[in-house]
């Protein structure tokens, strides 16, 4: 029974990350469209969605009360508004950087985003860091300052994807809300504001939403595509190892990758490739160390120092 759980968890993570690899397709339909309305309905839509979503799986007293809870706690109030402004940013920047033919960039902020989060752990909660964890992090260092010399500009789109996405999970830490809850509460913060800008739009006739039945149908159906993935990947977390999903988050910039350089065509240099196999190979080391091989090796490096000593 629990090796067909596992399984049933592997396939719900595994389908969360091919959407998120994939959703670059989706957001390409409506490239037409201005990156800060796509987003203003980004917002609006995984609310309403999301809302629907709790009172269907009866989950809206759940709602209610956290919300009370979480009104009475500054701190936690705090990391909600903190979070929803984090991942609306980056959402946004995502979009403009797919729109704009910058698909690799996002890939590469994606693949680097674990490392980030390593580095907040340390920086934020005073965590340790492990002798392949220090290697892992300066060889994505290295691999980001590769492409920075090679095209004389840092690639700010990778770092503002990896650091928002990084700093988001660990404001997520501090609510520790379910992952339903957690987002219906993240968007509703910021559904005002993008209300207001949409109404802002309609007002000043520079609105795509009413100019085309198919063009509405897709910026109402970004909500459902921003809100599925995350309920399979709940599904999925809560069935499999942590190490396991370490291993499949990598399907999703893998995917991007391969959309950005063989489907959209974008340029893919040898500069690209050296940087990205440094980058992998910190990943590769990162993840092993995280699995109980890794955590082994270290048992037994440990034992033997302290025989030493």
């Not at 501090?174 to 309609?202: F, H, K, N, Q, R």
């Not at 599904?235 to 999903?245: E, H, I, N, R, Y």
């Amino acid at each position: 029974m629990k090796h067909e759980n596992e399984k049933e968890g592997i396939f719900y993570a595994a389908l969360s990350y091919v959407i998120w690899g994939i959703i670059p397709i989706y957001w390409k339909f409506v490239q037409q469209v201005q990156p800060y309305e796509i987003l203003a309905h980004r917002i609006i839509w995984s609310f309403v969605f999301m809302a629907a979503l709790l009172v269907v799986t009866k989950k809206w007293k759940l709602f209610t009360a956290y919300l009370k809870q979480i009104s009475k706690e500054p701190r936690k109030l705090f990391a909600l508004f903190a979070a929803s402004l984090l991942v609306s940013a980056n959402w946004g920047v995502f979009i403009w950087a797919v729109n704009s033919n910058h698909i690799l960039e996002t890939s590469l902020g994606y693949y680097i985003n674990p490392l980030v989060s390593v580095l907040l752990g340390v920086i934020v909660l005073k965590e340790r860091l492990s002798g392949a964890q220090v290697l892992s992090f300066c060889l994505a260092a290295a691999g980001v300052l590769i492409l920075g010399i090679h095209f004389g500009s840092i690639p700010w789109v990778s770092l503002i994807l990896a650091i928002t996405f990084g700093l988001y999970g660990l404001a997520k830490k501090m609510i520790s809300a379910d992952s339903a809850i957690g987002l219906t509460l993240e968007t509703m913060m910021v559904t005002p504001l993008a209300l207001g800008y949409c109404v802002y739009l309609a007002l000043s006739s520079h609105s795509s939403f009413f100019g085309s039945g198919s063009v509405s149908l897709f910026l109402i159906g970004g909500g459902i595509a921003t809100a599925l993935p995350l309920l399979y990947f709940a599904k999925g977390a809560q069935l499999v190892p942590l190490s396991m999903l370490g291993f499949l988050q990598y399907i999703a910039p893998t995917l991007t990758l391969i959309l950005g350089v063989f489907v959209y065509h974008e340029t893919f240099t040898k500069t690209h490739l050296v940087a990205f196999i440094f980058i992998w190979s910190a990943l590769a080391i990162y993840s092993i160390s995280k699995t109980k091989w890794g955590t082994a090796g270290a048992g037994r490096m440990k034992g033997k120092r302290k025989i030493g000593a």
